[in-house]
């Protein structure tokens, strides 16, 4: 066939000139050698050297999460104290009886309660996420120590106190407020309360006189209790970390209780704090303070079936009141609680009366 003897006749071909060109016959049987591939591949930037992603085998929980794989809810103020010296500091600080009723507020999940339930009679722990209840019931079911333990779900401002003697706790940050006031109105009385706060609301409750952060709360905190701060506890003491810094203070009730009526009180400072490095003469001058004393005079003159002068300025009374008793020139910023004392009984026998 025609093909067969063309490709005979390149085969010849190709014999003929390797026998005359030895050389050729290498060149023409060596091949070039492959450039070696380069694989592309996407380079990713090191994030992490720790497995955070749960279901993953060796992985390590994110510092927000348990091993269990539960999450902590930071809008609930759940930071977990995980430090046990700083633990075992607060618990010494209370001075804890073996007889004692232990009142704790967000135990999460046990931490400060197991060291309570070794050292006191009965523990009280207020909690209001159920899922730290099924966490503080897995934790000390099987144990010898669950019997002394009393786990109350729900929202502690909301729910009537236990009768207790101390309160130990990790408040969570956002009810320090209410649930000091809380505390202190509480009877009956306990003996004293360590509690962790944030650190500006720490300072804030041991502020003196004088002081840039004296305030409405001080000078009501102060009234009701002793107040000492004990320590400062840094983020890291906690999981997850908050954003702020904290401290551990004590707390321990006035006995006896100041006899004076507290709505009262708490009703003058509302006025003289509002504008605290102000005098009380300019305190006492806006309209919307003159209307709402105004009309408290008129409600206990009725009572006291006394007749109200023709002419009568409310205005010019209160500063009659502070001018007498030398208060027209002092500033709420600066005044001790024998002040503010002595400023409320002035305006009572007068029959200025703030609720």
């Not at 902590?72 to 009723?101: C, R, W, Y």
Request: a positive charge; hydrophobic letters at 40%.
């Amino acid at each position: 066939m025609p093909r067969q003897a063309a490709l005979g006749r390149r085969h010849q071909h190709r014999r003929e000139s390797q026998s005359r060109f030895p050389d050729l016959r290498v060149a023409t049987s060596t091949r070039m050698p492959k450039a070696p591939v380069q694989k592309r591949c996407r380079m990713h930037k090191e994030v992490s050297r720790v497995c955070t992603k749960p279901g993953v085998k060796g992985a390590k929980p994110a510092s927000g999460t348990l091993p269990q794989g539960l999450v902590f809810n930071t809008e609930l103020g759940q930071h977990v104290l995980k430090n046990p010296l700083v633990i075992t500091s607060m618990l010494e600080k209370a001075g804890l009886k073996s007889t004692d009723t232990v009142l704790e507020v967000g135990p999460g999940t046990g931490n400060m309660t197991s060291k309570l339930l070794e050292r006191v009679k009965r523990v009280v722990a207020c909690e209001i996420d159920s899922r730290m209840v099924a966490e503080l019931h897995k934790r000390f079911l099987s144990t010898p120590l669950h019997s002394k333990l009393d786990i109350r779900l729900g929202d502690v401002l909301k729910a009537d106190l236990p009768t207790f003697d101390v309160c130990v706790a990790n408040l969570p940050y956002q009810i320090s407020s209410p649930f000091v006031f809380k505390l202190l109105l509480h009877r009956p009385m306990f003996r004293c309360a360590v509690l962790m706060f944030q650190k500006e609301f720490a300072d804030r409750l041991v502020a003196k006189p004088g002081d840039k952060l004296y305030c409405r709360l001080t000078a009501n905190t102060q009234l009701l209790a002793k107040v000492d701060h004990l320590m400062k506890v840094g983020k890291n003491n906690f999981r997850p970390p908050p954003k702020v810094e904290s401290s551990v203070v004590r707390v321990e009730p006035r006995n006896p209780v100041p006899d004076i009526n507290f709505s009262e009180w708490d009703g003058l400072l509302r006025i003289i704090f509002v504008r605290k490095n102000k005098t009380l003469s300019a305190g006492f001058k806006q309209s919307a303070v003159l209307q709402t004393l105004e009309k408290n005079y008129n409600t206990w003159c009725s009572l006291q079936e006394k007749k109200i002068p023709e002419g009568f300025s409310i205005k010019e009374k209160i500063q009659e009141i502070l001018i007498e008793g030398n208060f027209e020139k002092k500033r709420a910023r600066k005044m001790d609680q024998d002040d503010i004392l002595a400023l409320l009984h002035a305006f009572n026998k007068e029959g200025i009366h703030f609720v």
